[in-house]
Nanobody, 124 residues
Framework: QVQLVESGGGLVQAGGSLRLSCAVSARTFSHYAMGWFRQAPGKEREFVAAINWSGISTYYADSVKGRFTISRDNGKNTLFLQMNSLKPEDTAVYYC?????????????????WGQGTQVTVSS
């Protein structure tokens, strides 16, 4: 069983930065494609960013492109999301997700495992 634990959320002012981490308990973390999603109150879960097993290929939602960076450390079984120039509309619970596979994936239904989420609140 693969377990994912997010950390790094919090309260930040608009224009600030946060770095989210996702620790993954998998013997073969490098075999998993990873993604970040977010869900604001009353809204559906939406795609934020995805990364393939090696970290070479990444993909971002238009709303975060140029501000957020997804990365991974396969030696430490950890996924990251660096979030800069944060806006109030970035406020949401952020989830990391894992899928056994070599590509990158944009839909929540593609993923097999999910973390419990970490709250990010951006004040104006």
């Amino acid at each position: 069983q693969v377990q994912l634990v997010e950390s790094g959320g919090g309260l930040v002012q608009a224009g600030g930065s946060l770095r989210l981490s996702c620790a993954v308990s998998a013997r073969t973390f490098s075999h998993y494609a990873m993604g970040w999603f977010r869900q604001a109150p009353g809204k559906e879960r939406e795609f934020v960013a995805a990364i393939n097993w090696s970290g070479i290929s990444t993909y971002y939602a238009d709303s975060v492109k140029g501000r957020f960076t997804i990365s991974r450390d396969n030696g430490k079984n950890t996924l990251f999301l660096q979030m800069n120039s944060l806006k109030p509309e970035d406020t949401a619970v952020y989830y990391c997700a894992a899928k056994l596979g070599s590509g990158y994936y944009l839909q929540p239904l593609n993923y097999d495992y999910w973390g419990q989420g970490t709250q990010v609140t951006v004040s104006s």
